[in-house]
């Protein structure tokens, strides 16, 4: 490899912190070490600047032996150059099983749980995770393959929020290459040359050919995308022109906008895609522009739009967990956020028991309103698949969640009963049944925001 790219990898971190205008040697900063290649070539990189740093080392245990032996390399690093090192080693089969989700999903949600939480407890300023330039790429396919296509052309980003990728900019040949010049250690993981998930056919289908063929084009992609999330803020900034001229009178937590919007055509376009970015989804915001009754109300994540003579009425929803959020049925579908939950509620035809994230009732059973609320003492329901009624209190106890953090678990209730606790225990009301017809689905999914 040419001696100019090795000299690059060199002063990585000093090009991020000079083209981003982050300093790293004014704070500390969390360094997610797996003991992988990335992630060693990332702390080696850290400690050749004398920049102070911490270690984040989660072992999910998937792999025995291999798992444990990812974690003495990681400590070994930390105690030979006197790191801090903090360690996470969660039962993640049982976390996935009792959460519904699969096996890739929990490992991400224990993952950035422990970071974040790492992140508060110790006063660290950033998260500094090693993505490359292959991750970069691979993702691309992920979200074009997915048709989020928005999402795939804006890439990854160098800085998200308090997390930063220093090593974004270069290939994973790069780094290796810099590694071995260096004798630096790491360890491979072997499961990454299974093609189990998307993730790994891609690249190993995919990304690791198009790059042997073509080496730049991951860089001219990095670049595209960049360009792009540059199109996509000025897009946002001339839809945002438009908008305004639309609207009336309001005051900080309420706006009024005028119905006119919808009739000239691109303007129309405007209002989808505000819409959109606001947190209504896209089968929410077709129900708004099919809307023809006055005081119907719509909820997006963080919004609440409802119909009136002449306009629209949005609010800013309240996020507190201790909120109640009451659904009457002409509100479906649903969708908001609740503790650490984004909740889906919608009328189905038919279930699809493959997604682990979604429970189904009967809506002939289910009494209107619906509530997602926080705990309360006191609260009881009917376990699916046992006898009687259960605390659930002990429910959240038996799924092993902190005292501090019962308030961030939502339950879902109609108005007679509790129907569910998130992501934990559905209860035993409105079951489906040969004869089931009209249906409503609760979906969730983790808030990372």
Not at 247 to 272: M, P, Y
């Amino acid at each position: 490899m040419h001696n100019k790219y090795l000299c690059a990898v060199r002063q990585a971190l000093q090009t991020f912190q000079k083209e981003q205008g982050v300093d790293l040697s004014t704070g500390k900063s969390l360094l997610a070490v797996s003991g992988g290649l990335d992630s060693m070539v990332m702390a080696n990189l850290f400690l050749q600047e004398g920049l102070k740093f911490g270690i984040a080392h989660v072992n999910f245990g998937l792999r025995g032996q291999e798992s444990d032996a990812d974690e003495q390399l990681v400590v070994q690093f930390a105690t030979k150059h006197q790191i801090p090192i903090h360690i996470f080693r969660p039962d993640t089969l049982l976390y996935a099983a009792e959460n519904h989700l699969s096996t890739q999903m929990a490992a991400r949600d224990l993952r950035y749980g422990f970071f974040n939480e790492t992140l508060v407890e110790n006063n660290y300023n950033w998260l500094v995770t090693a993505h490359h330039l292959n991750d970069a790429f691979e993702n691309f396919f992920i979200y074009l393959l997915r048709n989020n296509i928005e999402v795939a052309f804006k890439g990854i980003a160098l800085i998200n929020g308090h997390v930063i990728r220093p090593l974004l900019r270069f290939s994973k040949s790069q780094i290796e290459h810099y590694a071995r010049q260096n004798k630096w250690t790491w360890r491979e993981d072997k499961s990454n040359e299974k093609t189990d998930y998307l993730r790994n056919k891609i690249r190993h289908w995919v990304v690791n050919d198009l790059m042997e063929i073509c080496p730049e084009l991951a860089t001219d992609f990095f670049d595209l995308s960049g360009d792009f999330r540059a199109h996509i803020s000025n897009k946002m900034a001339q839809d945002d022109a438009v908008w305004n001229g639309y609207l009336q009178i309001g005051n900080r937590d309420e706006v009024k906008l005028s119905n006119t919007i919808l009739q000239n055509t691109a303007h129309k376009s405007v209002f989808k895609r505000k819409l959109l970015r606001m947190g209504f989804t896209a089968a929410v915001v077709q129900s708004i522009l099919g809307a023809n009754q006055n005081g119907k109300e719509f909820y997006g994540s963080s919004f609440k739009l409802v119909t009136e003579n002449g306009g629209f009425r949005i609010l800013e929803k309240l996020n507190s967990i201790n909120e109640q959020i009451i659904i009457e049925e002409n509100a479906l579908p649903f969708i908001g956020n609740h503790g650490d939950f984004i909740l889906e509620i919608s009328k189905e035809i038919s279930p699809d028991f493959s997604d682990k994230a979604s429970w189904y009732f009967d809506m002939i059973n289910i009494i209107f309103p619906l509530t997602i609320r926080s705990f309360q003492l006191g609260d009881k329901m009917t376990v699916f698949g046992m006898d009687g009624h259960k605390k659930i209190s002990d429910i959240l106890i038996d799924a092993k969640i902190s005292i501090a953090d019962k308030s961030n678990i939502p339950l879902v209730c109609s108005d007679t009963a509790i129907l569910g606790v998130v992501a934990i225990r559905r209860s035993a009301e409105a079951i489906l049944n040969a004869h089931s017809k009209d249906l409503i689905k609760i979906k969730w999914r983790r808030n990372y925001t």
